[in-house]
C-alpha cells in the first residue's frame, strides 16, 4: 500500500463549497466560485446583499455587490473534504449523496431537478464502506 498521498475523496462543487461555508463561520455565506487547486480547492463567496427579483436568475442570491467585509476566498484542502467524508460515514450517512439515496441528475430550470438513485450506496442512503474487514474482494 502506498501512504505518500493522502486519497481524494469524490465530491461535489456543492460539497466543497458548503465546507467552505462551514470553514469561513459567517453566518449566511455562500460560495459562488469554484476553483481546482494542487492539493484541494478554493472557494469564493460572500454573504449575497439579496436575492433577484426578476429575470432568469428570480429567487437566487445576488452576490453584486456583496454584503461589505464578506467577501473572501477560502482554501479547502483535500484532506478538509477527506475528514468531512470520513465524519458522515462514521455517523452513518453516505458521503456521496449525504444519506438521501439519491443525487441530482439534471437540474433544469424549467422543468426543475431531476434525481437519480445514488451510485455509491446503491440508494440505501448508508456508506457502502465498512472499515472493519467486511468488505471483500476490493480491486
Ligand atoms: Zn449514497
Known amino acids: 500500500m502506498t501512504a505518500d498521498k493522502v486519497g481524494v475523496r469524490s465530491h461535489s462543487i456543492r460539497d466543497a463549497m458548503d465546507l467552505a461555508a462551514k470553514k469561513c ?10 476553483q481546482a487547486m494542487e492539493g484541494g480547492s478554493l472557494v469564493h463567496g460572500c454573504v449575497p446583499s439579496g436575492l433577484y427579483t426578476r429575470g432568469q436568475r428570480k429567487g ?3 452576490f453584486r455587490p ?3 467585509g464578506t467577501d473572501r476566498v477560502v482554501v479547502i484542502s483535500d484532506a478538509d473534504i477527506s475528514a468531512e467524508a470520513d465524519a458522515y460515514e ?3 450517512k453516505c458521503w456521496n449523496c449525504k444519506g ?4 441530482i441528475a439534471r ?3 424549467a422543468d426543475g431537478t431531476s434525481y437519480r438513485e445514488c451510485r455509491a450506496c446503491d440508494g440505501t442512503g ?3 464502506l465498512v472499515p ?8
Not at 25 to 34: A, D, K, L, S
Not at 132 to 139: C, M, S
Open 25 to 34: 463561520g459567517i453566518p449566511g455565506w455562500e460560495g459562488y466560485r469554484w
Open 60 to 62: 437566487t442570491p445576488k
Open 66 to 68: 456583496p454584503m461589505p
Open 90 to 92: 462514521t455517523a452513518g
Open 100 to 103: 438521501e439515496g439519491k443525487t
Open 107 to 109: 437540474i433544469s430550470v
Open 126 to 128: 448508508k456508506p457502502r
Open 132 to 139: 472493519d474487514g467486511d468488505a471483500q474482494g476490493g480491486r
